[in-house]
């Protein structure tokens, strides 16, 4: 699996990996304080539990399909924490267990442990996993008539996505 040929496109999944994390953790960081409690949906989470449920998820995941690279997990997976800042490091930590698999199983040429094809795609459900709960905070903020600017939030979104690196 691995050779010069695999590196140059592992780097870039890798780093749409890390762009992806830099969007959700900018998307945390925008929230107003006050909106930490809103949610999507009548029985749906909290946007707060959202975001660590994220983090569980992708700590999961990693603990099964690459354990060498597992962290520790909180206890449950829908959990209560409204520090900003403590999410966002929670956030990065996760997405770095994540990154760390993948790298690790596709330059050791190993499959993952339960699931997944291709450790690469492992990344692909959770760009995919995280989307989805990223429309599902942006849906709470517009229901509740708190939307986001689109010239605002584009720049900490989209244009982290677009943005070519030197």
């Known amino acids: ?3 010069i ?4 496109l592992l780097d870039a ?5 890390d ?3 830099t969007i959700f953790v900018n998307l945390l960081r925008a929230l107003p304080a006050d909106t930490l409690e809103l949610r999507p949906a009548a029985g749906s989470p909290p946007l707060a539990e959202i975001f660590l449920h994220v ?3 992708r700590l999961f995941f990693v603990s099964e399909d690459a354990p ?3 962290r520790p997990r909180p206890q449950g997976d829908w959990r209560s924490e409204r520090d900003v800042e403590r999410m966002a490091e929670m956030l990065n930590e996760s997405a770095q267990a994540v990154r760390d698999a ?3 199983r596709v330059e050791a040429g190993r499959d993952m442990e339960v699931r997944y094809d291709h450790p690469l795609l492992m990344i692909q459900h959770l760009v995919w996993h995280e989307g989805y709960h990223h429309g599902a905070v942006k849906l709470a903020l517009k229901q509740a008539g708190r939307p986001f600017d689109d010239e605002a939030i584009g720049p900490l979104t989209w244009d982290v996505w677009m943005e ?3």
């Open 55 to 57: 983090h569980y998820t």
């Open 102 to 104: 993948v790298r690790g």
């Open 68 to 70: 060498e690279c597992a």
């Open 5 to 8: 040929r695999d590196r140059p």
């Open 13 to 17: 999944l890798l780093d749409s990996w």
């Open 164 to 166: 070519k690196t030197k």
């Open 19 to 21: 762009r992806n994390n």
């Open 1 to 3: 699996m691995s050779g």
